[in-house]
């Protein structure tokens, strides 16, 4: 389960920034979450409903974007998307290269919070 402590670190973030402005009430958090975590939306939100109890982010919907793999390359510099399910077998679009490295994908942020 690696969802846990994600989700405690983006309650408390969200909380934090909640508090800081005087929200009443947190009623949605966009997040991006890269495809290459294993984040799985519904535990996700599950243990956001379990640590949220009795919060300002009680009920919360968390809205989650995938955010596509990008890779560059390490000779001739272009990024590019790709998929994941090929990830083992990358080789650079544009000059057949094999040396690429992971810019995006992984992770997770805010984006932004609905709030009252
Ligand atoms: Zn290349």
Known sequence: MHELPVIE???KVALTHGQKNDVQKITAIYLQV?????????????YFDYLSKDS????????????PVMMQCEDCTISFQ???????EIVCPECNGKSNK?????GYFIKNMEVI
């Open 9 to 11: 670190s983006i309650l």
């Open 34 to 46: 890269g495809e290459l975590s294993d984040l799985e939306d519904e535990w996700m939100q599950r």
């Open 56 to 67: 300002i982010a009680e009920g919360a919907q968390l809205k989650i974007d995938r955010v």
């Open 82 to 88: 790709v998929d994941i399910k090929k990830i083992d």
């Open 102 to 106: 992971l810019i995006s994908g992984r």
